[in-house]
């Protein structure tokens, strides 16, 4: 979509603006993403597209809404981490500093599915 918008090739989603997109619903589908990519895309030509770069209602999922600054940050590392080690959980874990289980734990409670 970004392409087809006329985006730099090095221009991505973080992780993070991922996860708040990720979480929403979409009732508008293709027309209401396409819409978001390009309000954020019209803020950032090159990069990593952040949540701030997303719409005021995108930048959070719905899912996240309730949880603290600090639940969110932590939500945002672990998945991170989870796609810089391709989904492997032990190599996440020992990267945080966590055990395994602690990782299973938080995933669990902060709704991680990788």
Do not use: C
């Not at 209401?32 to 719409?55: F, K, Q």
């Not at 930048?59 to 603290?68: A, E, Q």
């Not at 989870?82 to 289980?101: E, P």
């Amino acid at each position: 979509m970004l392409i087809a918008l006329g985006a730099d090739d090095r221009l991505r989603f973080s992780p993070a603006a991922l996860a708040s997109l990720a979480g929403h619903p979409w009732p508008g589908d293709l027309h209401e993403l396409h819409t978001v990519v390009r309000t954020a895309l019209g803020r950032r030509t090159t990069g990593d597209i952040t949540p701030r770069d997303l719409p005021e209602g995108y930048r959070v999922s719905p899912r996240l809404r309730g949880t603290t600054p600090l639940e969110r940050a932590e939500h945002d590392t672990i998945t991170a981490a989870l796609r810089a080690y391709g989904g492997n959980k032990l190599r996440t874990a020992q990267r945080l500093g966590i055990s395994r289980t602690t990782l299973y734990s938080r995933m669990r409670t902060l709704g991680i599915t990788l």
